[in-house]
């Protein structure tokens, strides 16, 4: 890789900008300085350093997101802004995107990478990765809806849903409801509940595969995966292949 390249690529400005840091001397590979721009350095087997701080080369970032309301699931939006707004600088240089995407109005975990290859492995239909969501219901969820979502639901345009496993929490005016389903259709979820007769008032991703919504994590933050959390992505990803 091109020196410039993966100084660019980690952060440390555009290929002007360190064209000019190496011009300075300020760049070192391995015990040499290095000058030259286009000079080829292998980011795992040499040590790159800027003023003496070590340069630590990453080429995937895995983000966990607490996504908050009235924010879109997208990496650019002519009106709104985006969940990649919400990023820091050293972190959206990577030009991460969201894993699949979650309404507007719906808050809760999201997973942005630059990892086309795992992103797909999450997204296709034929996966059936699991993804769970904690709700408000405007009506009373019993255990008959229980047993239909658990047959697949028939939707407004008579597409019939896979089943969902429904869980109520608390069935009232207002009930409270936990739900896994392992598709990702346009409002899946609210259409699923209008099929019944049923209003979502308030709608919350809690899981994805193995991967869940850190508890502390407040909302419109985000983090960094943790190893073991994306160790079990990967798990997941190698078993499909397997």
């Known amino acids: ?25 300020s760049v070192r590979v391995n015990t040499e300085t290095m000058k030259d721009a286009s000079a080829q350095v292998d980011p795992h087997q040499d040590e790159v350093s800027i003023l003496g701080e070590r340069v630590l080369y990453k080429e995937f970032i895995y983000l966990m997101l607490h996504k908050p309301q009235g924010v879109i699931s997208a990496t650019e939006d002519g009106r709104d802004r985006t969940v990649v707004d919400l990023l820091d600088a050293e972190d959206s240089h990577f030009n991460p995107f969201p894993v699949g995407r979650l309404d507007k109005d719906t808050e809760g975990l999201l997973l942005l990478t630059n990892d086309g290859k795992l992103a ?40 019939l849903t896979k089943p969902g496993m429904l869980k109520v929490l608390k069935s009232a005016e207002k009930s409270e409801i936990e739900l896994t389903i392992t598709e990702g259709k346009f409002h899946q979820v609210k259409r699923m509940f209008e099929a019944v007769g049923k209003r979502v008032i308030y709608l ?34 190698n078993k499909e292949e397997s």
Request: proline content about 4%; charged content about 30%.
């Open 1 to 25: 890789m091109r020196l410039d390249k993966l100084l660019s690529n980690m952060g440390y400005g555009s290929r002007k900008e360190v064209r000019q840091l190496l011009k300075a001397g």
């Open 204 to 237: 919350k991703r809690l899981s994805m595969g193995p991967l869940q919504l850190d508890a502390s994590l407040p909302i419109g933050e985000y983090r960094e995966l943790t190893e073991e959390e994306l160790e079990s992505l990967l798990v997941l990803v």
């Open 120 to 159: 797909h492995h999450l997204l296709s239909p034929r996966k059936e990765v699991p993804k769970t969501y904690y709700a408000h219901i405007s009506g009373f969820v019993t255990e008959e809806d229980v047993v239909k979502f658990a047959a697949g639901v028939t939707l407004e345009d008579g597409y």
